[in-house]
């Protein structure tokens, strides 16, 4: 199995510019997130999915859009990029608590690293 | 709101030495759970351990020890006889445990702590 596959690796954009990041996972995981990594920070919650269709608001959501039309992909677009969005992306998922292993651990994808210039 | 602190910014250890790394939470909840997450200079994310907030049972692999501590709040990680591969960005996180005891994927990460085993 592949996991979590996140594109692109690695991104340039200039301010005001829009683009998507990708996110698609072969697990049947119910849940999928995303998160952004700054130094000294942690990693912090953009958005998350509880399932196809539904989606919400994480801690700092603002600048950014998701959806999720199946349950294998859980893109997160940008709207209008800027510098402070300069950072490292992860896409991870984890399996509903009735699975009988795993529930709630997160497997996270290989990260994707943005730069706003 | 939950909080979770790595109060240690950086640990520079030698090998073979044991390090301890802290980690400290605040949640209001009466259910929730613990993690470890590992991030190497390759920069993936790697699973460690998860604890839920009903055992309190310390927990013992290999080399890797962890120390859970409901009087403190605390969910300490030791390294015994470090070795170089160690090095690497070491993440405490903490999530409610909702309806029924799942998470959603929510996560509160603390800021990490950089861990480096000289040779």
């Known amino acids: 199995n592949a996991g979590v596959t996140q594109t692109p690796k690695f991104q340039v954009l200039k301010t005001g510019q829009s683009m998507t990041l990708q996110c698609a996972q072969d697990m049947n995981h119910e849940y999928m997130s995303w998160y952004r990594q700054d130094p000294g920070m942690g990693l912090r919650l953009i958005h998350y999915s509880v399932g196809a269709g539904i989606t919400d608001q994480g801690e700092v959501p603002n600048g950014y859009n998701v959806s999720r039309s199946t349950t294998e992909d859980f893109p997160l677009r940008l709207l209008s990029a800027a510098p402070s969005q300069t950072s490292v992306y992860f896409c991870a998922s984890s399996p509903a608590l009735y699975h009988n292993s795993g529930a709630n651990v997160l497997t996270f994808g290989a990260g994707s690293r943005l730069t706003v210039l | ?119």
């Open chain 2, 1 to 119: 709101a939950q909080k979770v602190t790595q109060a240690q910014t950086e640990i520079s250890v030698v090998e073979k030495e044991d390090v301890t790394l802290d980690c400290v939470y605040e949640t209001r909840d009466t259910t929730y759970y613990l993690f470890w997450y590992k991030q190497p200079p390759s920069g993936e994310l790697v699973f460690l351990i998860r604890r839920n907030s009903f055992d309190e049972q310390n927990e013992i692999s290999g080399r890797y020890s962890w120390n859970f501590q409901k009087s403190t709040s605390s969910f300490n990680f030791t390294i015994t006889a470090s070795q170089v591969v160690d090095s690497a960005v070491y993440f405490c996180a903490l999530s409610e445990a909702y309806a029924g005891g799942t998470s959603y994927g929510k996560l509160t990460f603390g800021q990490g702590t950089i861990l480096t085993v000289h040779p």
